[in-house]
Structures are given as C-alpha cells and as structure tokens.
C-alpha cells in the first residue's frame, strides 16, 4: 500500500517534470535546446550527470552537451561514438520501456569501445537496487511518426538517491525524453524556417528560391504549420494550412480557409487564445476536429514582416500534444486516488474540504439576509468628496467565498451545510485474517462502488486509508444526513460475494459538518469522534453484519 507521502512526492516530481519539459520550448537555438535538455535531467530528474548525444548526418553519434561536471564536460564534448557501437548499447541489458539499463555485471565489454564515457570510482553496491558507478542507463530518443528515426540518446549517470529508478523515475524519463525529441525537432525545424523568412527579404531571385524552401518546409513539416492573415477585417483567418494540420483535425485544406483559430478553439480556451496571439506567443488549447472532438495542441507564433509595409502574416506553429496531455492528466490521477479503489485519496480529500474552509468563524451564521449580504461585502466605499475617486471604509473587499456553517442538530429548521460522514467499516479485520487480503481488498472495491452508487453527483465519497471512507454531501440538513447514512449503511450490510462465498460487513458512520473557522484536522476529528460515539452505542450484534 502506498505511504501517505508517495502522492505528495509524486506531485512534487510532476511539477518539476512539467517545469523542465516547458523550459525545453524556450530555447532558441539547436544548441540551446540540447544544453537544455542536459540541465532538465540535472535539475529535474534527480541525477548528477547528464550527456545528450546527437545522431550527426553520417550517422554517428557525437556528444552535444554534457551537465552536471566541468571535467567530464571539457573531455568528451564533441567526441563521436560509432552508430553500430551505439546500436550494440541499445540492444544490451534490460529494457525498461525505451529506455536501456546495461548493468555493470554486462558493461565491462564495453568499456574499450569508441563511445566518449565518463565514470568515477565508487564501492560496490551494498543492497540489490544501489547504483553502481559503472551502470548505464539510455534515453534514446525518436523522431514523431512511425519512423523511429533515432534522433539521440540520452544517458545519466549517478542518481542523487544512490538507487537504480523504480518504475515512477522510469517512467518520469521515458517522458522527458520524448518530450526531449520533439523539442529538438522543433529546433530544426524553427531553424529551418528562419533561414526561409530571411531569405524572404532579399532580391527576387533570392526571394523565388527561398519562397520554395518556404513551402516545402511548411507543407512536409511533421507538425501543423498554418499561415494566418494580420489586420484589417479578415484578421485572423486562416489562408493555407499544411498537411499535418488538416489531417490532426479531420478537415480539408479548402475548408480550413474559412476559418481562423479562434472558431476552432474549445470555448473555455478562447481567453487563452487572444492572449497569446502575438508575435512570440505560445499557448496550449484545445482545437475542435471534423468529429466534433477536441484535441490538445500548443501553439507557437512568429510573425513574418515586410521591411517596407511591416507585418505581413502570422506563422503559426500546431504541434499534437494530446498524448502528454492524456498522460499528465493520468499522473495527477494516480497522486490524488486511491490505487485500490479508485476513489479519492486522503489528500485529494483534505485539498477538496480545504477549499471550501476559511478562517472567519461563524460567517455565515446572520439572522437575516441583509446581515448576510452586509458581511459578504464586509466593507462599503464612499465619495473622497470632489466626486472622481473613491475612498474605501472597511479593512476587506468583495467576498466571492460560500462561508459553511453547522446545521443545528437538536432543531431541524431547515438550514443547510456540508455534511462530512465519516465510515468504518464493522468485522473487516475478520475477514482479511479469516480469508485474506486478496478478500478483504475485494470488499473494499465493492464498499466503495456501493457507496459511490450511494450518493449524487457532485458528492465526494473519498478512502482515508485501511477500511475508513468519507463522503462529503453538501445541501444537506441534519435529517437529510442521518436518512444519507442509513441508506449507505443499509447499502454496505447487504452480502458480498468473493470467490464464490458471500461475506459480509457492517458499518459505523458518524456525521460530522464543516464550518467556516474550522480546520480540516477538526472537520474530520468531529466526525471521527462521532463515529465512535455511535459505534460504541449499538451492541456487538447490531454493528457486525458478519
């Protein structure tokens, strides 16, 4: 079972995994982009070293950049490993995923052929999974497309932990070098189109012939590349598009010319869209297809411009980035639900009743409306007097926050709050001794489908951890909550059947409330003591199911 720190861990590493990645797009040059890539393992990934090597046109390798030591840096930058030394690498070891581990129980061969390579002298390792000083690890990375066109590889050296990567480091490099490719992809490629545009600016024969390098770069381009008009009424719309871009988006070349962007873009993205629509600006959104679907794209601007009539027309840069939007979103999933069950997991559920918490105690507990709308506002403004400013009364703004406040428990006068039910599950410590873990984890899924299926849509029903849930409810009087847990309790005492045997559990709940001035610690502590409060007032018989 994952330790409560693991998500908050994995989050961690996902915000530097997506900081570096984003800085792999801000380099300009092709040689900025490879320093770049060197320093995001550096700095992100958790290794000492890093070495980017390049495939060269004869199809040697040559390495570009190193980081992480000033020594290794200046000894083999700019030495060139064979492309069949470097195949033999990349069919050695263990696979993991793309990536290549060679270990130094099978690197030893290795150690006389032409590839530049860096190690220093170490112990040999104490436990199974500590790295050796003369283990390997290799990113390769490929072009996009169904090619596999190596591109380079990335190697690393010496993680900070001490340990070879479990599948989570695994997985956080195979990523980034991927992401890797494409920014180096798109080095050339934005290399390519700048010799095009200067090009542009010369005498007419020069001019014909860039024109054509122009078209061929724009229309075989591997990503979407569209030319789009500035100014006047038609600003905006769409005059050619190559053929990457009508094919990720299901629609024709002369159907594209109808368009601009923003008739493309999802509705929530438009905001985005106008205020990255300009010279350098860059933005990801989602653009419609054919189908009707959305599909996530980044955007990268460059304006190409006349020097005597100015800006003449925007090049627009699509690049398809559903994959690493599928796989970020799948990321944060795994940080923030329960790997058992799917549901919430103990810090998705304090972030989720956090929100819905502030530090003004009681502040939504006034007798009329008017006091309500008074303390929402909390301050009012008046005239300085010379009737062009304003003078503000009062220490706050504008509240746009909902403050929650307890229902009372002994008198149902219809007032609403959140309810906060805290479960533990009766008799499932017997049945994970009686019949075994495999068993109890199968209760555990069906608890929490019956207590999913239990609730509307929009309730949170969250796992704490071992056979303890919480459901959050809001819009719900004291009756309201009691008739919630009764039905839930009544839904989880039905028999379950595991392997062909039918087991059941029973289930203590305690209904808690948050409220404005609270703490999540408390929230969930009140409902907690409640539950126990009700657990110890109902016999044996009547809280164990079976």
Request: aromatic fraction near 6%.
């Amino acid at each position: 079972m994952e330790t409560e720190s693991e998500p908050y861990v994995r989050l961690a590493t996902l915000r530097q995994l997506h900081q570096v990645v984003a800085d792999l797009n801000t380099a300009r040059s092709l040689a900025d982009t490879l320093q770049t890539v060197a320093d995001g393992i550096v700095a992100g990934l958790g290794y000492e070293l890093a070495c980017v090597n390049l495939v060269r046109p004869d199809g040697d390798l040559v390495v570009a950049a190193f980081a992480g030591s000033a020594a290794a840096e200046a000894l083999i930058t700019g030495r060139v490993g064979s492309r069949a030394s470097w195949d033999r690498r990349l069919s050695m070891g263990e696979a993991w995923g793309e990536l290549r581990f060679i270990p130094h129980t099978e690197g030893w061969v290795l150690i006389e052929d032409d590839v530049p390579q860096w190690h220093t002298d170490g112990p040999e390792p104490r436990f199974e999974d500590e790295w050796h000083p003369l283990d390997r690890l290799y990113a390769p990375m490929y072009a996009s497309g169904g090619g596999r066109e190596l591109l380079g590889v990335i190697s690393v050296d010496r993680p900070r932990n001490g340990r070879r990567p479990g599948p989570w480091g695994q997985e956080a490099l195979q990523m980034y070098a991927s992401q890797a490719a494409i920014a180096i992809s798109n080095a050339r490629l934005r290399s390519n189109m700048q010799r095009a545009l200067v090009r542009l600016e010369r005498e007419q024969q020069a001019l014909r012939a860039s024109e054509e390098s122009f078209r061929q770069a724009f229309e075989y381009a591997p990503s979407g590349m569209a030319i789009a008009e500035m100014g006047g009424d038609q600003h905006g719309r769409l005059l050619r598009t190559n053929d990457a871009l009508c094919r990720l988006l299901g629609r024709p070349a002369s159907a594209m010319r109808r368009y601009s962007f923003a008739d493309l873009v999802h509705p929530e993205d438009v905001g985005t869209l106008l205020r990255t629509s300009a010279e350098g600006g860059r933005a990801e959104i989602r653009l419609s297809r054919r189908d009707g679907t959305y599909v996530w794209v980044s955007l990268r601007n460059s304006v190409v411009a006349d020097t005597a009539d100015g800006p003449r027309f925007l090049l627009t840069h699509v690049e398809d980035i559903e994959d690493r939007k599928r796989h970020e979103l799948q990321l944060a999933h795994r940080a923030s639900h329960d790997a058992l069950t799917g549901l919430p997991n103990s810090a998705e559920l304090r972030a989720r009743l956090s929100s819905r918490l502030c530090e003004r105690p009681h502040a939504a507990a006034y007798a009329t409306d008017i006091e309500a709308l008074d303390a929402a506002y909390d301050n009012y403004q008046s005239f300085r007097g010379d009737g062009f400013d304003f003078e503000a009364v009062g220490a706050r703004s504008y509240d746009h926050h909902v403050h929650l406040v307890a229902p009372d428990s002994e008198i149902d006068d219809g007032a609403k709050g959140l309810a906060v039910l805290f479960c533990d599950l009766d008799g499932f410590k017997s049945i994970n001794d009686r019949f075994g873990h495999q068993t109890g984890d199968a209760v555990l899924v069906e608890v929490a489908r019956r207590l999913t299926t239990g609730v509307r849509d929009g309730d949170t029903v969250a796992r704490l951890g071992g056979d303890e849930f919480v459901v959050l409810a809001d819009g719900l009087g004291a009756a309201d909550a009691a008739d919630l847990a009764v039905r839930l309790r009544n839904a989880i005492i039905l028999p379950i059947r595991v392997g062909g045997r039918g087991v059941r559990v029973g289930a203590s709940f305690g209904i808690g409330w948050a409220s404005c001035g609270m703490s999540v610690e408390e929230v969930l502590q009140s409902a907690d003591q409640r539950m126990y409060i009700e657990k110890r007032s109902r016999s044996k018989v009547h809280r164990r199911a079976g």
